[in-house]
Structures are given as structure tokens and as C-alpha cells.
């Protein structure tokens, strides 16, 4: 199994441009999560989704996030326009189900993004 | 709310020192606990998990015991490595899974 697969790995933009980090599941995995990781913040989760739908986007910073589903294994995290305080590690996430909080999330290797 | 307590890093050590690093968390209802860790530039993996009162978690040598009378899930190794250095977070999961800040564990030869 190839895992959670995230791309870009590394960008670096300019403040204003929209960046697109996107994410495939582990196939067969209903629930994905995004995350940010910032050494002042630690993990944060921004969103999730399960059978593609967004369930909680309470964590999402501000309206310049958005994150889409269209299908059960591909995700997109949007900001547009970016700022140099959205400089962080953002992760991708899956699990079988959301399972009343026993399934175990496996995580992507993370995109580590640079706002200039 | 719901949340995670760790222990402030880093936790140095020598290599085959007993490692303990501690949980606490704050929940309503019965979460899951578990210990994730996080390797240099690298995603969190599951190390380890227990999802009622008093299960045991264990993997590669370590272990942690689910305390509901004291709310906590620490995190036990008798002999640790230099591959065991990392960040390890514990979290709780109701709904969503909660991260607590993550300990910092540096073990020199």
C-alpha cells in the first residue's frame, strides 16, 4: 500500500498567490483529515471529511482556506491569497471510518509550505 | 472542551535509560487514547493505542496503560534507543482526535 500520498512536498510562493496542496487517501479509507503544524501552534486540525463530505471546517483560519472532495481519493487545501503566517507544515490524513474514534489515522508525509 | 496534557520536552536520555513521558486528558464520554510519534521530516505514525479503561497499548517496546480513575495514558519504554529519537504526541478521540503539544525525546549513545 502506497499510504497517504501529498504533493507538493515543499513550496515556497510569494504573500498573494494562491497555493493548492493536494492529497489522495489510502484507497478504501472514508475519513480524511487536514492538519496544520506550526512550532507556535502545534497541530491543528482545519477540516475533515467522511464519504467525501466536509463534517467539521471548524478549524479552517479564515475564509482565504478552503478544501474540497470531489471524489473518495482526492482532496484539495486552497489559500488564496496566501500570507507569510500561513508558513507551516500542513498535513494529510485517512482512516477506514470515523468509527466513534477508535480508527487509527494514517498520516501523509506532510507539505511544508514557505510564504514569502 | 476536550484536551491533551504532555510533559514539556525535550526528555534527553542515554541509550538504554527507562523512558516515561506523561499524558493527561480532559474528556466527556469514554475517547480513545493513543500515542502517535513523529520522526524528522516525516508524518505522525500510530505507535500505539487502547480504546477503553485499563487496555494496555504496546509496540516496539513501548507501552502505555489506559487510567480512567486518574485520566491519564503515559508513555513507558525500559530501554530506549538512538532510533528512538522523535517527537511523541499523545490524543484523545471522540469525534476527532485532540494532539497534545508533543514531547521532544533525545537519546544519546
Known amino acids: 500500500d502506497a499510504g497517504v500520498i501529498q504533493s507538493p512536498r515543499h513550496e515556497v510562493t510569494e504573500m498573494g498567490q494562491e497555493v493548492t496542496l493536494r492529497c489522495k487517501p489510502i484507497?478504501?479509507?472514508?475519513?480524511l483529515f487536514w492538519y496544520r503544524q506550526t512550532m507556535m501552534r502545534g497541530l491543528e486540525l482545519l477540516i475533515y471529511?467522511?464519504?467525501?463530505?466536509?463534517?467539521?471546517d471548524s478549524g479552517m483560519p479564515e475564509d482565504r482556506f478552503s478544501a474540497k472532495m470531489p471524489n473518495a481519493s482526492f482532496s484539495t487545501l486552497k489559500i488564496q491569497p496566501s500570507e507569510p503566517r500561513d508558513s507551516a507544515v500542513y498535513f494529510c490524513?485517512?482512516?477506514?471510518?470515523?468509527?466513534?474514534?477508535?480508527?487509527?489515522?494514517?498520516f501523509g508525509p506532510g507539505t511544508r509550505l514557505l510564504v514569502l | 472542551g476536550d484536551s491533551v496534557t504532555q510533559m514539556e520536552g525535550p526528555v534527553t536520555l542515554s541509550e538504554e535509560a527507562f523512558l516515561t513521558i506523561n499524558c493527561t486528558y480532559t474528556?466527556?464520554?469514554?475517547?480513545?487514547l493513543f500515542w502517535y510519534v513523529q520522526y524528522p521530516g516525516e508524518g505522525l505514525q500510530l505507535l500505539l493505542k487502547a480504546t477503553k479503561a485499563d487496555d494496555k497499548g504496546s509496540n516496539k517496546g513501548f507501552e502505555a496503560t489506559y487510567r480512567k480513575e486518574t485520566t491519564s495514558f503515559h508513555l513507558e519504554k525500559g530501554s530506549v534507543q538512538v532510533s528512538d529519537s522523535a517527537v511523541y504526541f499523545c490524543a484523545l478521540n471522540t469525534d476527532k482526535l485532540i494532539f497534545g503539544t508533543g514531547t521532544r525525546l533525545q537519546v544519546f549513545p
Open positions: 490524513a485517512s482512516s477506514p471510518s470515523l468509527a466513534g474514534g477508535e480508527e487509527t489515522q494514517y
Open positions: 471529511f467522511n464519504n467525501n463530505v466536509p463534517i467539521d
Open positions: 484507497s478504501g479509507h472514508n475519513s
Open positions: 474528556a466527556t464520554g469514554y475517547p480513545s
